[in-house]
Nanobody, 124 residues
Framework: QVQLVESGGGLVQAGGSLRLSCAAS????????MGWFRQAPGVEREFVSA????????YYADSVKGRFTISRDNAKNTVYLQMNSLKPEDTATYYC?????????????????WGQGTQVTVSS
């Protein structure tokens, strides 16, 4: 099992920045691919970004490309999401996820482990 704990969410004005962190414990060697998803009320959980174990493969949703940056520190078992130029439409609960298999996935069902989520609210 892998336990994931997100932190770094909060309230920020439009144009501002936040840095989310996701700390992992347990069978961290299972954290082959790490992803960030978000979910707003009444909306399905959507893919934000994902990164491979080495960091050599990174994917972003079109809606965040150029504004968000994903990274990971395997020595610290932590993955980050730097969010810049935030917009009100970025408001959501952000979830960290991990999957055992090495291929990058953009659908929630393909991830094996999830954090509890951290709220990000962007005011206009």
């Amino acid at each position: 099992q892998v336990q994931l704990v997100e932190s770094g969410g909060g309230l920020v004005q439009a144009g501002g920045s936040l840095r989310l962190s996701c700390a992992a414990s347990g069978r961290t060697f299972s954290m082959n691919v790490m992803g960030w998803f978000r979910q707003a009320p009444g909306v399905e959980r959507e893919f934000v970004s994902a990164i491979s174990w080495s960091g050599g493969r990174i994917y972003y949703a079109d809606s965040v490309k150029g504004r968000f940056t994903i990274s990971r520190d395997n020595a610290k078992n932590t993955v980050y999401l730097q969010m810049n130029s935030l917009k009100p439409e970025d408001t959501a609960t952000y979830y960290c996820a991990a999957k055992d298999l090495a291929y990058i996935a953009k659908t929630p069902l393909e991830y094996d482990y999830w954090g509890q989520g951290t709220q990000v609210t962007v005011s206009s």
